[in-house]
């Protein structure tokens, strides 16, 4: 079986960033250029090629427009923001990819985690391949299957989330992870949900009647108040299954071959040189 390593490039940049803002060290090299996001990315990269030794690793992009924006005005609408260091950094980093010998995507209107679906679903039609997906992300939980895992990042560590650990955590299938932020909502993405239906509410509905689908045919079971929450945030609770659903059939060469990892270019020194990088340099 061959691993392939799936990372969401815009998350790791995230944590990276405000790993180190948060404590008030933000790097810079003796130009000036901010590095703070980019040390911390390269330190996980690092990490993650030590750790999992891939045969195929691709890292995923959030670029420019994305078609959820476009169908609901607010998605994402709560998130401050991009500090303007971390743009400065991004670039960057997909050099710093580059002569890592790792290869990257990005395609306007969809989204970091379109891409990794659907390279995830290419692992899911080729069973010589086993995938792992790296993130904090649980967006990303609905990808698990029998080929697919996802390591969870953590503060400080990470949760290796497969079909077992998803159903001991939650009680009903990865794939329902949509169906729970349908109820639920999330916050952090802006997307509705079913007003006043929290997590421990919508996954007893979803262990009892399988889906939001499933939800709302039995409706006339469900009494009091949340009943009535149900009824009057039915469009926003299945507009919300419409957003919080990844899409897998992004129209990339999911070849993944193409992705296969090279190992470090002679470029890599020269980059981190240039950001005086050290450590890692050592």
């Not at 990372?7 to 944590?15: E, I, Q």
């Not at 697919?148 to 503060?155: A, D, H, I, S």
């Not at 045919?217 to 990844?246: C, Q, R, Y």
């Given at each position: 079986?061959?691993?392939?390593?799936?990372?969401?490039?815009?998350?790791?940049?995230?944590?990276?960033?405000?790993?180190?803002?948060?404590?008030?060290?933000?790097?810079?090299?003796?130009?000036?250029?901010?590095?703070?996001?980019l040390?911390?990315?390269?330190?996980?990269?690092q990490k993650?090629i030590?750790?999992e030794?891939?045969?195929?690793?691709?890292?995923?992009?959030?670029?420019?427009?994305?078609?959820?924006?476009?169908?609901?005005?607010?998605?994402?609408?709560?998130r401050?923001?991009?500090?303007?260091?971390?743009?400065l950094?991004?670039?960057?980093?997909?050099?710093?990819?580059?002569?890592?010998g790792?290869?990257?995507?990005?395609?306007?209107?969809f989204?970091?985690?379109?891409?990794?679906g659907?390279?995830?679903?290419?692992?899911?039609?080729?069973?010589?391949y086993?995938a792992?997906?790296?993130?904090?992300?649980?967006?990303?939980?609905?990808?698990?299957?029998?080929?697919?895992?996802?390591?969870?990042?953590?503060?400080?560590?990470?949760?290796?989330?497969?079909?077992?650990?998803?159903?001991?955590t939650?009680?009903?299938?990865?794939?329902?992870?949509?169906?729970?932020?349908?109820?639920?909502?999330?916050?952090?993405?802006?997307i509705?949900?079913?007003?006043?239906?929290?997590?421990?509410?919508?996954?007893?509905?979803?262990?009892?009647?399988?889906?939001?689908?499933?939800v709302?045919?039995?409706?006339?079971?469900?009494?009091?108040?949340?009943?009535?929450?149900?009824?009057?945030?039915?469009?926003?609770?299945?507009?919300?299954?419409?957003?919080?659903t990844?899409?897998?059939?992004?129209p990339?060469?999911?070849?993944?071959?193409?992705?296969?990892?090279?190992?470090?270019?002679?470029?890599?020194n020269?980059?981190?040189?240039?950001?005086?990088?050290?450590?890692?340099?050592?």
């Amino acid at each position: 079986m061959e691993k392939v390593c799936l990372v969401d490039g815009n998350n790791l940049m995230f944590r990276a960033y405000y790993a180190t803002a948060y404590s008030g060290n933000m790097m810079k090299n003796s130009k000036g250029f901010p590095t703070n996001a980019l040390y911390g990315f390269v330190n996980m990269m690092q990490k993650i090629i030590d750790e999992e030794k891939p045969k195929y690793i691709m890292v995923a992009f959030d670029i420019g427009k994305n078609f959820r924006k476009e169908k609901y005005d607010t998605y994402k609408a709560g998130r401050s923001e991009t500090p303007e260091e971390l743009k400065l950094q991004m670039p960057v980093a997909r050099k710093i990819l580059e002569a890592m010998g790792i290869k990257y995507y990005e395609l306007e209107p969809f989204e970091a985690d379109d891409i990794i679906g659907t390279f995830a679903e290419a692992c899911n039609n080729n069973k010589e391949y086993d995938a792992t997906v790296i993130s904090s992300d649980k967006d990303l939980l609905q990808l698990i299957t029998d080929e697919v895992e996802v390591k969870l990042l953590k503060t400080k560590d990470y949760i290796m989330m497969n079909r077992q650990t998803f159903f001991d955590t939650y009680g009903i299938e990865p794939i329902k992870m949509i169906d729970l932020k349908a109820l639920m909502g999330d916050a952090s993405d802006n997307i509705p949900g079913v007003k006043g239906v929290g997590e421990k509410t919508a996954l007893t509905l979803l262990k009892k009647y399988k889906s939001l689908e499933g939800v709302y045919e039995h409706l006339p079971e469900i009494k009091g108040a949340l009943k009535e929450k149900l009824v009057n945030d039915k469009e926003n609770a299945f507009f919300s299954k419409e957003l919080a659903t990844i899409y897998k059939d992004v129209p990339i060469d999911v070849n993944l071959e193409n992705i296969k990892y090279n190992g470090l270019s002679p470029d890599y020194n020269k980059i981190l040189e240039d950001l005086e990088f050290y450590s890692f340099l050592k």
